[in-house]
């Protein structure tokens, strides 16, 4: 599974939209991007995952740039509940469960 | 509907101990594996199943059993504990084939002193 690369920490205003970028410039043509978030000594928790075109689901919504080098997780209207880590895995469609964790993003949400 | 269940949920050894950390998933998911977690780090694969009777290492196996008798369990053994091993581990569940979300326990803190 192809590496990542995210900043590792981010403060976000409450009521504000919060912008997580991910870099993963060797993902391969059948690797999807997936998030995860861990709230503190909480199991991970499943996001969102995509493959080429923008996802959105309740929790948030997923852009992948055309060349698929980068995507941004964008929770729309932070709350103080989305304070957690956050990560961005690729891996292969259908693959075994060989998620590969980085050491993610720590968000903030200050009120 | 249960989800994934581990337990303990917190469990101190002493260096040389044996032990198992349960898991239970009641999704019908033919997928299994544990994680563990060191402090400020992602998790990490130790093992994982693809179905009943079928078991393979992730990327740190070493020190650890698992097995798979049947789809709803599958415990992780600690043959004999030592300090290195004291971390959050994590079960983990997903049907196979596409958009396989995984799901994951709530966590088993072990301290081996």
């Known amino acids: 599974d192809a590496k990542t690369t995210q900043p590792t920490s981010m403060d976000c205003a409450e009521g504000r939209a919060a912008n997580l970028p991910c870099n993963h410039s060797?993902?391969?043509?059948?690797?999807?991007v997936y998030w995860y978030r861990q709230i503190h000594s909480q199991g991970p928790q499943y996001i969102i995952h995509?493959?080429?075109n923008n996802e959105t689901n309740e929790m948030a919504s997923l852009i992948i740039t055309e060349d698929r080098k980068s995507s941004t997780l964008i929770l729309p209207h932070a709350t103080l509940r989305d304070t957690a880590v956050y990560y961005c895995?690729?891996?292969?469609?259908?693959?075994?469960?060989?998620?590969?964790f980085g050491q993610g993003t720590r968000l903030t949400i200050n009120p | 509907n249960a989800g994934v269940t581990q337990t303990p949920k917190f469990q101190v050894l002493k260096t040389g101990q044996s032990m198992t950390l349960q898991c239970a998933q009641d999704?019908?998911?033919?997928?299994m594996s544990w994680y563990r977690q060191d402090p400020g780090m992602g998790l990490r694969l130790i093992h994982y199943?693809?179905?009943?009777?079928?078991?393979d290492q992730g990327e740190v196996p070493n020190g650890y059993n698992v097995s798979r008798s049947t789809t709803e369990d599958f415990p992780l053994r600690l043959l004999s504990a030592a300090p290195s091993q004291t971390s959050v581990y994590f079960c983990?569940?997903?049907?196979?084939?596409?958009?396989?979300?995984?799901?994951f326990g709530e966590g088993s803190w072990l301290t081996v002193v």
């Open positions: 983990a569940s997903s049907y196979s084939g596409a958009l396989n979300t995984i799901y």
């Open positions: 060797t993902i391969s043509g059948n690797e999807y």
């Open positions: 995509g493959l080429k």
């Open positions: 895995i690729v891996r292969v469609r259908g693959g075994a469960q060989k998620l590969v």
């Open positions: 999704m019908n998911h033919e997928y």
């Open positions: 199943s693809v179905g009943a009777g079928i078991t």
